[in-house]
């Protein structure tokens, strides 16, 4: 049944973790994918993808913590425990991870920490530790200024300008900006750990990789995901047209490329 709390039109749930809770939502039926979004969005995100994946597969969703409904506090660091935390729930053995963006970085340190529950692993403009990434370089210092001094507005509109954030198409703008208003910077304000994932730690994985990026988006994330394919023996895409959040602004092709990925890996895990 569908719940009250639903972002996806599908059933939710809170799952304990340390801090507060995580809201999940699950949809559909088949094999298990669980999606995990980037910094500053949540679990709306993947719309486009819970409306195409959920005829083929069990597609579970969450607003990771900091973010969305969730009310756990902000721990880039705890964030591979909740995976594990919201699995176990869920009863899933096994699963696979899609990442975007900092989702991408914790599916990748689950991956590597648990490597025989992670079934395929889709990441989507993936940063990896230590490569250089100076044309994409984040506002940080400036976003969490404007927050401490409850200027919310102000720096949502400057994190929406950044390259990251850009999305062709009027609906796709919409449904980031959306999205971008809900954002409070919780994680800006009061941090957590940090969560390191580099080159070395790559030969930990075991899954079969899918490393997509949009075709316009910054080079520094088009570098990551060529060494990502290739340090992973991985399958590599760039998405015509798309940016950072191809998923959303190209649904119909990233789609397409998922279903593919997913069926071939899958049958032969």
Known sequence: MRSEHSRLGGATADVAVEGGAIRVETLGSGPALLLVHGWTLDRRIWEAQAEA???????????????????????????????????????????????????????????????????????????????????????????????????????????????????????????????????VARDLIVPGGSLPVTVEDLVHVRAPVLAITGAQEPASRRRAADILAEATGGARLDIPGGSHLCNLSEAEAYNAALVGFLETALCAA
């Open 53 to 183: 994946l959920a005829g083929r597969f069990r597609v579970i969703a969450f607003d990771r913590r900091g973010f969305g409904q969730s009310s756990a506090p902000p721990d880039l660091a705890r964030e591979p425990d909740d995976i594990a935390a919201i699995t176990d729930f869920l009863g899933l053995e096994r699963f696979a991870l899609i990442g975007m963006s900092q989702g991408a970085r914790i599916a990748l340190a689950f991956a590597i920490r648990h490597p025989g529950r992670v079934s395929a692993l889709v990441l989507q403009g993936a940063p990896l530790s230590g490569l250089p990434d100076a044309e994409e370089a984040l506002p940080l210092d400036a976003m969490a200024a404007l927050a401490a001094d409850g200027q919310l507005d102000a720096m949502r509109r400057l994190w929406r300008i950044h390259a990251l954030m850009r999305v062709e198409g009027a609906q796709a703008n919409a449904r980031l900006d959306a999205i971008a208003a809900d954002y």
